[in-house]
């Protein structure tokens, strides 16, 4: 067995505003992992094309994900930031993986499933082989570790199998070219915190989305004050009280996503939020998480502001951060076109 260096990669895609799931899910951990590890954030520009966006919509939507992340806490000198597009290895490995992955893999996919809706037919190519891309994302830069919320861990089984599969079939290739074991590592998903998996505040057994025509369905980060607060005061309840014990959110699951949002907002356990609102009414929870969100996210949206106010600031961040990850994925990718057998000259 080949030990890989530790490498963090993952990745959000630019369509629309980011959410409160994608930074309790996904963000916290990357701006924890940052300060041990090396990390790659992607903005996933080629991941938004399988759904129609309008061009103009789209470049704007690029700069502001990336004004997002750097809100957050992403620093762009400790980490990799940078929007995939401008990388072309993760295009040309995506295309190898089309020819490693199987079709029945691919069928198994419910994002696919949800996003095509019913008319498979009109649904893009792009969209069928999103996983594909994915795997290559993860897998040009080598990286072992992707933080993730609950919702990508199929993706992250596919890219797995993918890089599996790849080592097997091209094994002899592999141990010719001198790696005396796998090309690929098998990379890990990192899905960990109190809310891998937020739900939408109008109906506990939807996830919290972009696609959701409610706004009242989710937290933007670049909502005000007001909105932040007239959101989780409108937030759907049960009729009963909190329970003191975590056993007892059981079956309820708008009580379990206010307590989970609150416990990754404040750093505590389901368990200490419960033990500081159980037995109490929801009015009280719901207060204190209007007050908690405001004080986390609202500077987040200020910063977004300013820093979107700039996009030749953002614009330099992404062509520095391209440059840098082009440099770790070139050489990976010249190795994959010698093992697969293609002439390199
Ligand atoms: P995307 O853009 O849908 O979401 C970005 C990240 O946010 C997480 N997330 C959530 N977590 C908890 N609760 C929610 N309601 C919620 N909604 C979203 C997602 O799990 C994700 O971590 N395919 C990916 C982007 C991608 C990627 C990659 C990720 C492309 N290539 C390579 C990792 C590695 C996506 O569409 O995420």
Redesign the pocket.
Known sequence: MTTFTPRV?????P?GNL?L??Y????LNWIKLQETQECIY?V?DM?AITLWQEPKELHKAILEVTAAYLACGLDPKRSIIFNQSQVQEHAELAWIFNCVARMGWLNRMTQFKEKAGKDKEQASVGLYV?PN??AA??LAYKATH???????KQ??ELARDIAGKFNLDFGDAIREAGYNGDFFPLPEPFIIGP?????SLRDGAK????SDPSDLSRINLSDDADTIARKIRKAKTDTDGLPSEAAGLKGRPEAENLVGIHAALSGQSVEQVLAQFGGGQFSRLKEALAELSVAKLGPIGRETRRLKADPGHVEGILADGSARARAIAAPILREVRKIVGFVVS
């Not at 309790?24 to 963000?27: F, R």
Request: hydrophobic share 40%.
């Open positions: 990669f993952s990745g959000m895609q369509t959410h799931g994608n309790l899910g996904a963000m992607c996933v991941h999103y891309l994915m994302d993860i992707v933080p993730v919320g609950e919702d990508q993706h992250l809310a891998t998996r937020v739900m996830k919290m989305s972009k």
